[in-house]
């Protein structure tokens, strides 16, 4: 018997000796599982320390009180006392970290543009818990998380309600789809029974007929005959079944929302490029430009296989050069510029003049003058 | 909305127009300007009584080399719109500078240059600087100086295509082909009735340049309208080529008005007609136009060959010139070989930027050379 005892392995899930008495003792009453099975622990957010739940009530049922915990003077209050999740008591501190800084960035990857963009709210918002885990620059960190919430307050409870909303649909559907095959399975065990039933009536309607001296041949045939009608019936019911079953299946998968980035919004559409910026040459007053000219240079062009394969027209020549021919034919420079000189005095135009001279003077190295300012290369006018 | 442009706004959209276009009184007083900033600067550096030039003889100095520049061209065999843009570049290179400054000598190569650049007539500057026995170099290093006094406008409105459109036209008129225009003279919206009067037209007057003469039957055909008509082309042509390249007409008038001007020269009843065909007769602008031209063709009918500067006369100029240069430009390419090498060419600033520069240089020939690390031997020891 002690052998057995002996040779009876460790289990594997036991913690080792140390950490099982202090999980097991109440630090404040002492009081232990192994004398009282129905021990509960309870911890509070506030410091996550654990005390039975006869102390919690014990020491918190007339108001906030101070930790019972030598060294921690955290304040704590009943309410706030719950039992734990995890037993290591780091991992549920950081759970409830993630879910505080969560329910605050609560954005979605639909809000998002482009990657990068996500990534770096993502990456902003893992610095953040992870400082606040590991309680490094936690002031500075809990700055920035209160600014972020203050700025992003609208934001934040629009994402929670859509979530919420999320969630529920989502309860919703599976809950309908559980109904769904609930209902299929009740059906296919009536279906069954029924045709069980119908086998049975069957049978017996042969017997009936056989006792009643029918030929016993065409009896067992027509016999058969309903057998086979209703087995091609409870094929043609399965397969109704199946086709059911594959509709369902893809109207679950037609309310399947693939996530992702937000879709880029589409661009309005270039206008086309002007290249002459609104303007037109059809203002024409000296010429109008005719089919053909009679003049050999246009003739021997239009009738040359080697101009016309590269795609060159004549009509680009003729309009050109009556173009040409008359583009300031009513212009009056004289007269024209008389005005616009006396409009605007030129004074760049004339200083032009020399001035080019002298810049070029201290190129050459002759230094003896003063700064010479530059030519103005832009177009004075 | 677009807006109609009428020959005579796009041609005022043009740099030719906007920069390059003057009243006499504005192009003399420009002139006048210039060589009186030159010679207050000469007085600087070159003794009291060095004999300048006057106004009249730098004129006629650029006028020389403009003739200089079109031979040259011919040299190349280029086509006549090289000739005429690099003459309109040294033409307006001198309204700015002057040959006191820079001689037409040293500039003039660099123009045409220049222009076989921009009119699309490629040449290497090898080829180019062989072909005319000149060092490559002195052709660039006026070539930076050349662009800014043209303020970096390399366009030049030439009368030759149009012409060309004229010379179409015309020939469709004697063929009874015509373009409808709104308000001209009674009978001129009638094709029939245009090439039936083309065959009526006087003979030109004495004068004229054209070679052709009215059949010696008196009876004009369709064929002798035609030749005529190529024949004031041609005769135009040549009035293009030579006198208005060598007078003021570019700065003074539109190409439009040059052709027609040219145009009456050669054949002046021709072109009154042609002029009647396209100008309503109740047009206010009809005498102004008609005035300008003839105006115009004065201009060009004055100019005479001999006029032009000879060699010898030009070497006496020229002489003068080099006694009176200004040592800042005398040497253009060292100024210029100067200005590549530490890239500013300014003298103070410069000189910092150009020691940094130098630094730079040399480290990376060093880098350059220690591209896989110093030589064995010096690594071995």
Redesign the interface.
């Known amino acids: 018997m002690s052998r057995q005892a002996q040779s009876r392995p460790q289990p594997t899930t036991r913690r080792p000796a140390d950490s099982e008495g202090q999980d097991e003792i109440c630090p404040v009453c002492k009081s232990s599982r192994y004398l009282t099975p129905t021990l509960r622990f309870l911890i509070n957010p506030e410091c996550y320390h654990k005390f039975c739940e006869s102390c919690v009530d014990r020491i918190f049922s007339h108001g906030p009180a101070p930790c019972p915990i030598p060294g921690c003077h955290k304040t704590l209050r009943k309410h706030k006392f719950r039992t734990p999740t995890f037993s290591d008591l780091q991992v549920e501190r950081e759970v409830d970290i993630r879910k505080k800084v969560g329910a605050v960035f609560n954005r979605r990857e639909e809000e998002f543009e482009d990657l990068r963009a996500y990534n770096d709210y993502l990456n902003e918002v893992e610095d953040i818990t992870f400082n606040l885990i590991n309680k490094l620059e936690v002031e500075e960190t809990e700055k920035r998380f209160k600014a972020y919430q203050r700025a992003h307050e609208r934001e934040i409870t629009e994402n929670a309600s859509l979530a919420e909303q999320e969630r529920a649909s989502f309860a919703a559907l599976q809950k309908e789809e559980r109904e769904q095959a609930r209902s299929r399975r009740e059906a296919a065990r009536r279906e069954d029974a029924e045709e069980k039933r119908q086998l049975e009536e069957n049978r017996r309607d042969v017997l009936n007929r056989l006792a009643s001296g029918q030929d016993a041949e065409s009896v067992a045939k027509a016999g058969q005959q309903v057998h086979l009608k209703k087995r091609m019936d409870r094929a043609a019911a399965a397969e109704r079944q199946r086709q059911l079953q594959a509709a369902s299946a893809s109207n679950g998968s037609g309310n399947v929302v693939i996530k992702g980035l937000r879709a880029k919004q589409k661009q309005e559409p270039e206008a086309s490029v002007d290249p002459f910026g609104?303007?037109?040459?059809?203002?024409?007053?000296?010429?109008?430009?005719?089919d053909?000219?009679?003049?050999a240079?246009?003739q021997e062009t239009k009738a040359d296989v080697l101009i016309g394969a590269g795609g060159y027209d004549v009509g680009a020549f003729?309009g050109?050069?009556?173009?040409?021919?008359?583009?300031?034919?009513?212009?009056?420079?004289?007269?024209?510029?008389?005005e616009r000189?006396r409009e605007k005095m030129g004074k760049e135009?004339?200083e032009?003049?020399?001035k080019?001279?002298?810049v070029?003077?201290?190129?050459?190295?002759?230094?003896a003058k003063g700064k010479v300012k530059d030519?103005k290369?832009e177009?004075p006018? | 909305?677009?807006?109609?442009?009428?020959?005579?706004?796009?041609?005022?959209t043009s740099t030719q127009?906007?920069?390059w276009?003057?009243?006499?009184?504005?192009l003399a007083s420009?002139r006048k300007?210039?060589h009186e900033?030159?010679v207050?600067?000469a007085q600087r550096y070159a003794d009291r009584d060095t004999h300048l030039l006057t106004e009249g003889e730098e004129l006629r100095l650029v006028q020389r080399y403009c003739e200089q520049i079109r031979t040259t061209s011919d040299h190349f065999k280029w086509p006549v719109n090289v000739k005429a843009t690099a003459v309109q570049y040294l033409r307006r290179f001198y309204?700015?500078?002057?040959c006191i400054?820079?001689p037409p000598k040293e500039i003039y190569k660099t123009v045409l240059f220049l222009a076989s650049k921009s009119e699309a007539t490629h040449v290497t500057l090898a080829d180019y600087a062989r072909r005319i026995s000149t060092d490559p170099e002195a052709i660039l290093a006026a070539e930076y100086?050349v662009m800014?006094?043209l303020?970096?406008t390399l366009d030049v409105?030439q009368?030759f295509?149009?012409?060309?459109?004229?010379?179409?036209?015309l020939?469709?008129m004697a063929?009874g082909?015509?373009?409808?225009?709104e308000g001209v003279e009674e009978g001129m919206s009638e094709g029939t009735v245009v090439a039936e009067r083309t065959k009526e037209l006087p003979s030109p007057g004495e004068g004229s340049h054209t070679k052709w003469t009215p059949p010696s039957n008196g009876k004009t055909q369709l064929k002798h309208v035609q030749d005529r008509i190529q024949a004031a082309y041609s005769a135009a042509r040549v009035l293009l080529d030579g006198p208005a390249s060598l007078t003021d007409v570019y700065?003074?008038?539109?190409?439009?008005?040059i052709?027609?001007a040219a145009l009456q020269l050669a054949d002046g009843p021709l072109t009154g007609f042609y002029l009647s065909s396209?100008?309503p007769t109740d047009a206010p602008?009809r005498p102004?136009?008609l005035a300008?031209i003839s105006a115009c063709a004065d201009m060009l009918a004055a100019f005479n060959q001999s006029q032009v500067l000879t060699k010898d006369e030009r070497a006496k100029l020229e002489e003068r010139l080099e006694k009176c240069r200004?040592?800042?430009?005398?040497?253009l390419v060292?100024?210029f070989a100067?200005?590549r090498q530490d890239g500013t060419?300014?003298?103070?600033a410069g000189e910092e930027k150009a020691k940094r520069r130098k630094v730079a240089r040399e480290k990376n020939e060093k880098e350059g050379q220690d591209l896989f690390g110093p030589s064995l031997t010096a690594s071995g020891t």
Request: glycine content about 10%; proline content about 3%; aromatic content about 10%.
């Open positions: 609104g303007l037109s040459f059809e203002g024409r007053k000296y010429y109008a430009l005719q053909d000219y009679v003049w240079g246009v003729t050109r050069a009556l173009c040409e021919a008359f583009a300031g034919l009513g212009v009056f420079v004289g007269d024209e510029m008389d000189d135009n004339d032009m003049a020399t080019g001279a002298e070029a003077a201290t190129k050459g190295g002759n230094a030519v290369m177009d006018f | 909305m677009a807006q109609p442009l009428s020959e005579d706004d796009i041609y005022r127009y906007r920069l276009s003057f009243s006499p009184e504005s420009q300007k210039t900033l030159a207050d600067r309204l700015s500078n002057s400054t820079y100086k800014q006094a303020r970096f409105r009368p295509r149009g012409l060309k459109g004229c010379l179409m036209e020939l469709n063929e082909m015509i373009g409808h225009m700065f003074l008038y539109t190409p439009s008005q052709l027609l396209k100008l602008v102004k136009i300008t200004d040592p800042s430009t005398k040497d060292k100024a100067a200005m060419g300014e003298d103070g």
